[in-house]
């Protein structure tokens, strides 16, 4: 069976997790010397921006030129409400012979399905595919804009409630992951399967101990003295609970700083001021989107990750701490403790003193000792590591000859 991992080239590094998942994701596939009775290729609209070992489609959508006087036609009559139907016709009937074209490349590459590694992708419709889910914030969350405005969440309810469902395979991030999407969607459990979340690339940098200190200096931090939260600002990343549980910890902890990284995505201006009012804005360092090596070096000198978010039910800057033996106190999702067992502090991240109770508990340092020690045990016989999931992607390719035998390309 040939399988054609599809490569979008549109998701950009300050996506945050996303990116750093799918990338790494890419990379061990493209180094996985997979079983013979596997073939693994890239898809992709555009040439790769990096240099594969394995074959790479590279698919075209253009169509003759005998369209230019249909497609000056449509761009012309389409500016007139009149003529809506026509121009939806005339656009449906060509959107299905660029499918077709797309369909025929496809079938003489010998491509038999599509793996989209990222979430709520299908470039190729009604060409069997695998489907990739991270979360149904759309149904868990409360209505956040990031979910609930309304041009997400009508792509999120369209991808969800059709497209898919029309998957032959859909690889979730853990079990409590495809608990989810059988209780929200009622998806059948064997067409779901679990392919374990995994830190990315960070994790294997080489930053030596004066390069972080330098960095540290950069930012003004010293070792075992701050806090860090690296994280987007979208609001289901809940900084605010963070920040009213960090105020009452600093009556007892006066001297510790509270750090974050992370892109604006409008949440910013609300959370700095929620520290003003607080008065503790001297103690909020924001930091806006940094490299890589400085997000290792704060991993590395930090008291712990705290990390508050509403949003599960798994995520990857957890599993990065743990990697480099950071301390993680994180929201209590099934998730995270299916992904940390007991090498991590939980705790209510609706509940400020739930927060505050954690950023007390790991200050004592016989507590920070079991906990880090209970880490490296969890983390030694994990399955949440690059390592093993490419292991147990092979595995899931595989498995898929019983149920690709039955499909019926539409084409």
């Given at each position: 069976?040939?399988?054609?991992?599809?490569?979008?080239?549109?998701?950009?590094?300050?996506?945050?997790?996303?990116?750093?998942?799918?990338?790494?994701?890419?990379?061990?596939?493209?180094?996985?010397?997979?079983?013979?009775?596997?073939?693994?290729?890239?898809?992709?609209?555009?040439?790769?921006?990096?240099?594969?070992?394995?074959?790479?489609?590279?698919?075209?959508?253009?169509?003759?030129?005998?369209?230019?006087?249909?497609?000056?036609?449509?761009?012309?009559?389409?500016?007139?409400?009149?003529?809506?139907?026509?121009?939806?016709?005339?656009?449906?009937?060509?959107?299905?012979?660029?499918?077709?074209?797309?369909?025929?490349?496809?079938?003489?590459?010998?491509?038999?399905?599509?793996?989209?590694?990222?979430?709520?992708?299908?470039?190729?419709?009604?060409?069997?595919?695998?489907?990739?889910?991270?979360?149904?914030?759309?149904?868990?969350?409360?209505?956040?804009?990031?979910?609930?405005?309304?041009?997400?969440?009508?792509?999120?309810?369209?991808?969800?409630?059709?497209?898919?469902?029309?998957?032959?395979?859909?690889?979730?991030?853990?079990?409590?992951?495809?608990?989810?999407?059988?209780?929200?969607?009622?998806?059948?459990?064997?067409?779901?399967?679990?392919?374990?979340?995994?830190?990315?690339?960070?994790?294997?940098?080489?930053?030596?101990?004066?390069?972080?200190?330098?960095?540290?200096?950069?930012?003004?931090?010293?070792?075992?003295?701050?806090?860090?939260?690296?994280?987007?600002?979208?609001?289901?990343?809940?900084?605010?609970?963070?920040?009213?549980?960090?105020?009452?910890?600093?009556?007892?902890?006066?001297?510790?700083?509270?750090?974050?990284?992370?892109?604006?995505?409008?949440?910013?201006?609300?959370?700095?001021?929620?520290?003003?009012?607080?008065?503790?804005?001297?103690?909020?360092?924001?930091?806006?989107?940094?490299?890589?090596?400085?997000?290792f070096s704060l991993y590395k000198n930090t008291i712990a990750?705290?990390?508050?978010?509403?949003?599960?039910?798994?995520?990857?800057?957890?599993?990065?701490?743990?990697?480099?033996?950071?301390?993680?106190?994180?929201?209590?999702?099934?998730?995270?403790?299916?992904?940390?067992?007991?090498?991590?502090?939980?705790?209510?991240?609706?509940?400020?003193?739930?927060?505050?109770?954690?950023?007390?508990?790991?200050?004592?340092?016989?507590?920070?000792?079991?906990?880090?020690?209970?880490?490296?045990?969890?983390?030694?016989?994990?399955?949440?590591k690059s390592d093993e999931s490419i292991k147990i992607l092979?595995?899931?390719?595989?498995?898929?000859?019983?149920?690709?035998?039955?499909?019926?390309?539409?084409?």
């Amino acid at each position: 069976m040939k399988i054609g991992v599809w490569i979008n080239k549109d998701i950009s590094p300050y996506v945050g997790g996303g990116f750093s998942y799918t990338s790494k994701l890419i990379e061990l596939i493209d180094q996985k010397e997979f079983t013979k009775e596997l073939e693994v290729c890239f898809v992709s609209f555009e040439p790769l921006n990096f240099p594969s070992n394995k074959e790479s489609i590279v698919l075209t959508r253009k169509l003759n030129e005998g369209l230019y006087l249909q497609n000056l036609f449509t761009s012309i009559i389409q500016k007139f409400y009149v003529f809506r139907n026509i121009t939806n016709r005339i656009n449906s009937k060509k959107n299905e012979r660029i499918n077709n074209a797309i369909y025929k490349q496809l079938t003489k590459a010998t491509v038999d399905i599509i793996y989209y590694v990222g979430q709520m992708e299908q470039n190729i419709p009604n060409f069997p595919f695998i489907a990739t889910n991270w979360d149904l914030g759309h149904l868990t969350l409360p209505p956040f804009p990031e979910v609930s405005s309304a041009f997400q969440l009508d792509k999120r309810r369209k991808w969800y409630n059709h497209t898919i469902k029309n998957a032959k395979a859909i690889f979730a991030e853990s079990e409590a992951g495809k608990a989810e999407l059988i209780k929200y969607l009622n998806i059948e459990s064997n067409k779901i399967d679990v392919l374990p979340m995994f830190p990315g690339n960070i994790i294997d940098l080489d930053v030596s101990p004066g390069d972080q200190i330098t960095i540290l200096n950069q930012f003004e931090l010293k070792k075992d003295s701050y806090f860090f939260y690296p994280a987007q600002f979208w609001e289901h990343k809940n900084h605010q609970n963070l920040i009213i549980g960090f105020s009452s910890f600093l009556k007892k902890f006066p001297h510790v700083s509270l750090v974050f990284s992370g892109s604006d995505k409008g949440c910013l201006e609300e959370v700095l001021e929620e520290a003003r009012n607080l008065e503790i804005i001297d103690q909020i360092n924001y930091l806006g989107f940094i490299s890589n090596e400085a997000l290792f070096s704060l991993y590395k000198n930090t008291i712990a990750l705290v990390m508050p978010t509403l949003l599960g039910p798994t995520n990857m800057p957890p599993l990065e701490a743990r990697a480099l033996d950071c301390p993680v106190l994180c929201s209590d999702f099934e998730g995270h403790r299916e992904q940390l067992g007991e090498g991590a502090i939980y705790f209510d991240p609706n509940d400020a003193d739930s927060i505050e109770n954690a950023l007390i508990q790991i200050m004592n340092p016989e507590s920070r000792f079991r906990l880090l020690e209970s880490a490296t045990l969890e983390k030694d016989k994990s399955k949440f590591k690059s390592d093993e999931s490419i292991k147990i992607l092979e595995n899931l390719f595989l498995n898929l000859n019983p149920k690709f035998n039955v499909l019926e390309k539409k084409f």
